[in-house]
């Protein structure tokens, strides 16, 4: 969570394992590997603001992502990120994006 906010995908791919995935349903891309993962935290880590809010989700690690809007000076609920390890590194990554936030205990915006 800290190394997305700081924009820090050297960091987050470090995280990853060699065979790592991430997809964002509905949306049908999906990226896989260091280098493809890469290329698209280097767009969506560093174009925006984010910040991010600790969850669990079907019993497993997860997090809300809250994209910035300053139109509303607030931080928007983006996607729901459930995580899946192997062992101490991240194997997949699947980014809810119409999740139902309070569902989870989150709430839909975050104050600057």
Known sequence: MA????GD?????AMLTD?????MPPLTAWYEGHDGIRAFLDEAARAWRW???PARANGQLAFGTYLWREDKGVYVASGLDLLVLRGTRV???VSF??????TFGLPAELAA
Do not use: G, Q
């Open 9 to 13: 995908v050297d960091a987050i791919v």
């Open 91 to 93: 194997a997949e990554v």
């Open 3 to 6: 190394a997305w906010e700081a």
């Open 97 to 102: 994006l119409e999740a139902e936030f309070p």
């Open 51 to 53: 910040r991010f809010l």
């Open 19 to 23: 065979d790592a995935k991430y997809s």
